[in-house]
């Protein structure tokens, strides 16, 4: 079984973190590279600063977990879509903007891959996890509407990483498919 | 019976509400509000509650496991600006 995770940043190097145990291959998908101040909120290390992240969680995998994985340090674009994802079991989408997720979702729908979304909002109250067939990504009210970019409101992401990993295993394991909003208080699916 | 869940500034409640036929996306907001102001939603109680304070909320409509209705209204969760 392959699951790809599109865009390890807060969101998708911890859900990926909390997936290690999956008999599964595990495949990073990310063009971006480490920032220092990445290292507050996302699952890297200071030796990994100016890596690809992509990269760098493989190279964690392996050398923290034991674990061997697959990277792949690419932007997600129309042209290489198919050759990133096409071998998927399951897409996992961790992105942090509304035309790379759009992009994929058009993937999954078109390919009939299996496609969980993961997203929080920017005022950092509260997070999504939502399967393919219930996404439609929120028009913003104003243009370039903050998102969590920084790595603020850590408790908060890392509850939603739980909850998207949580919904990757029980996919894995039983088929089913969950989606669920989370706050600090709440996790309700 | 429906389910009618409110996430408003970090809180999130359930409170089932009983609705006739299919309820318009701006009703369930105004419905919001008055149960928000009136302290009929567990554990969110804002008397002071702006009347728009949902104008650009999301309303999400899923059916459960044994097709009861679930219903939520939150906040827009923006995907980036790229």
Excluded at chain 1, 7 to 26: D, F, K, W, Y
């Amino acid at each position: 079984m392959r699951i790809v995770f599109c865009g390890v940043g807060a969101i998708g190097s911890t859900a990926a973190v909390l997936c290690r145990n999956l008999e599964a291959t595990l495949v990073f998908v990310d063009f971006d590279r480490v920032e220092s101040k990445n290292l507050l909120a996302q699952a890297y290390v200071k030796p990994s600063v100016g890596k690809n992240k992509a990269e760098a969680l493989k190279l964690q995998f392996l050398n923290l977990h034991g674990v061997k994985t697959e990277a792949h340090g690419v932007r997600i674009t129309r042209d290489n879509v198919e050759a990133l994802c096409g071998g998927a079991d399951l897409l996992v989408d961790c992105m942090d903007n509304r035309d790379s997720r759009l992009l994929l979702s058009d993937f999954a729908r078109r390919a009939g891959k299996p496609l969980v979304h993961g997203a929080v909002s920017g005022d950092g109250t509260f997070g999504l996890v939502r399967w393919d067939e219930h996404f439609v990504p929120d028009a913003e009210d104003t243009p370039g509407q903050a998102t969590c970019e920084g790595g603020a409101h850590l408790p908060l992401l890392g509850l939603l990483a739980a909850t998207l990993a949580r919904t990757v295993q029980d996919f894995m394991k039983h088929g089913t498919r969950r989606d669920s909003i989370v706050n600090l208080s709440t996790v309700m699916s | 019976m429906a389910t009618l869940n409110i996430t408003y500034d970090g809180m999130s409640a359930d409170v089932p509400v009983e609705f006739d036929g299919h309820v318009a996306d701006a009703d369930i907001r105004r419905i919001a509000t008055e149960l928000v102001r009136s302290g009929g939603v567990p554990g969110l109680h804002l008397s002071q509650l702006h009347h728009e304070a949902f104008a650009h909320f999301v309303v999400d409509r899923f059916r459960g496991a044994r097709g009861e209705e679930r219903i939520y209204l939150r906040p827009k969760v923006p995907f980036g600006a790229r």
